[in-house]
């Protein structure tokens, strides 16, 4: 079974300072682990993914996140914090290449 | 815009009525998904499509939903009776069948059960 956890449900940071996002997953298999972005009104949004190559994976705007299988952990990282990063992110699972299993998100509020 | 499209993007309907949503993949997808998201969550899947096969569903969507794939183009969910628990945003995604391909996501459609 897969299953993932994120473990914030809200993150405040300053604009200009770093921003961690955190996600645990579980997977009986070599898992494919996704961040997406949300948007209000808006559809969701592919900023990284992880494949089984490299741990650290870039993404889009900034974004990475690194793959560490000792920790079953893939936290999202940016070094600093735009006014347009505010949005709901979901770290999501999979073990196939379908059948996303999705975190409960995390919002990520910015403050001036 | 070649993105995956969705119709209506809001739906309010009254307890009991049946309603239908539909879905326009990118279109060299051949696969297909429908999840649903409530409030303060993440989005759950319901079922998946490869061509115009369905090839699993969860037990999320009860014998109220029914989801097609004609002709392996565009989709469409309907459920009937339904119920103010039903009230929620309806995604559906496409992907290729590569490994590893990523999950393109549509702007959901909104239903609210009075």
């Known amino acids: 079974a897969q299953s993932v956890t994120q473990l914030d449900s809200h993150v405040s940071v300053s604009e200009g300072t770093p921003v961690l996002l955190r996600c645990n997953y579980s997977?009986?298999?070599?898992?494919?682990l996704f961040w997406y972005v949300q948007h209000p009104n808006k559809g969701l949004q592919l900023l990284l993914k992880?494949?089984?190559?490299?741990?650290l994976v870039k993404g889009i705007n900034g974004f990475e996140a690194e793959f560490k299988k000792s920790e079953t952990s893939f936290h999202l990282t940016k070094p600093s914090a735009h006014m347009s990063d505010a949005a709901e992110y979901f770290c999501?699972?999979?073990?196939?290449?379908?059948?996303?299993?999705f975190g409960t998100g995390t919002r990520l509020k910015v403050l001036a | 815009d070649t993105g995956v499209s969705q119709n209506p993007r809001h739906k309010i309907t009254k307890r009991g009525q049946n309603v239908t949503f539909r879905c326009d993949p990118i279109s060299e997808h051949n696969r297909l998904y429908w999840y649903r998201q409530t409030l303060g969550q993440g989005p759950e899947f319901l079922t998946y499509?490869?061509?115009?096969?369905?090839?699993?569903k969860s037990r999320l969507l009860s014998d109220r939903f029914s989801a097609e794939r004609p002709k392996g183009s565009f989709s469409t969910l309907e459920i009937q009776r339904t119920e103010q628990g039903d009230s929620a945003m309806y995604l559906c995604?496409?992907?290729?069948?590569?490994?590893?391909?990523?999950?393109?996501f549509g702007p959901g459609t909104r239903l609210t059960v009075l």
């Open positions: 997977s009986s298999y070599s898992p494919s």
């Open positions: 499509f490869q061509n115009e096969a369905q090839l699993e």
């Open positions: 992880y494949t089984s190559a490299a741990t």
């Open positions: 999501v699972v999979s073990s196939g290449t379908y059948k996303y299993i």
């Open positions: 995604a496409s992907s290729g069948t590569g490994a590893y391909n990523e999950q393109f």
